[in-house]
């Protein structure tokens, strides 16, 4: 890349908790710049999972944070070209990355599961990821045995 890479962007709490992990996964779930419409679902699907999960001394934010935890890749295998074969070679993901990943699964599962409304989907796929269990948890585990079969080329990675 000629230039500089580009100036971090500081990402600014959310209002009801005021974390900005639960910005960045909003922004992530939004569509059409609607982030308030994004913040509301949000919100009610976390109503949802305490309505739901009565945990003792763990709120439902906690259990969305555990649940993210669950569902975050660790390694993920890239394609390599090397003398005409491609070897998919297993690589650490760096920190920030394996966050992104993990949001976008967990959005990209919810979207696609059967519910009522977005909210009660998001609360489905955050309880099932919180219990070690649901289609983004599978992703994650997909993804990590396949970085296992083909540890044999690691030594690829440069």
Known sequence: MRKSKPKKR????????????VTRFVNNMMYSGKKNLALQIFYD???IIDAKMNIEGKT???IWKHALENITPQVEVKS???G????????EIRAD???SIGMKNLIMFARKRAGRSMADRLAAEV?????NEGAAFKRKEDTHRMAEANKAFAHFRF
């Open 84 to 91: 005409g074969a491609t070897f998919q070679v297993p690589m």
């Open 10 to 21: 500081i990402i600014l709490p959310d209002p009801k908790y005021n974390d900005p992990f």
């Open 60 to 62: 439902s934010l906690d």
């Open 45 to 47: 699907s976390l109503d």
């Open 80 to 82: 390599r070209r090397v």
């Open 97 to 99: 990355r394996k966050v």
């Open 127 to 131: 309880m099932a990821a919180y219990n």
